[in-house]
């Protein structure tokens, strides 16, 4: 049975930092990634990552600000964020594809997370 697990959620202030873990389990996955829903909006790309790690994808609003990682051993994938704003604030999911070439899109990822909220206050 595959799982992931996310952890790493809260309330911060603006301009602050949190790290997300999820931790897969049941297979391995060729791509994983993050996505994001605030209220009201839909379901949006926040950044994915490679097998290797060599490859990863950011979504505009996050480049520089956040960064995508793996550990093999562990079946865990991080998303570093780093100066967090208000806009930020939403649900984020993990998600696994089994597809080796570097997506964005939403229906690439066939497992998800049950998600963590995430609030940025200002």
């Known amino acids: 049975q595959v799982q992931l697990v996310e952890s790493g959620g809260g309330l911060v202030q603006a301009g602050g930092s949190l790290r997300l873990s999820c931790a897969a389990s049941g297979r391995t996955f060729s791509m994983m990634g993050w996505f994001r829903q605030a209220p009201g909006k839909e379901r949006e790309f926040v950044a994915a990552?490679?097998?290797?790690?060599?490859?990863?994808n950011y979504a505009d609003s996050v480049k520089r600000r956040f960064t995508i990682s793996r550990d093999h051993a562990k079946n865990t994938v991080y998303l570093q964020m780093n100066s967090l704003k208000p806009e930020g604030t939403a649900v984020y999911y993990c998600?696994?594809?089994?597809?080796?070439?570097?997506?964005?899109?939403?229906?690439?990822?066939?497992?998800w997370g049950q998600g963590t909220q995430i609030t940025v206050s200002s």
């Open positions: 990552i490679s097998w290797s790690g060599g490859s990863t």
């Open positions: 998600a696994a594809s089994v597809l080796s070439i570097p997506t964005m899109r939403l229906p690439d990822f066939g497992s």
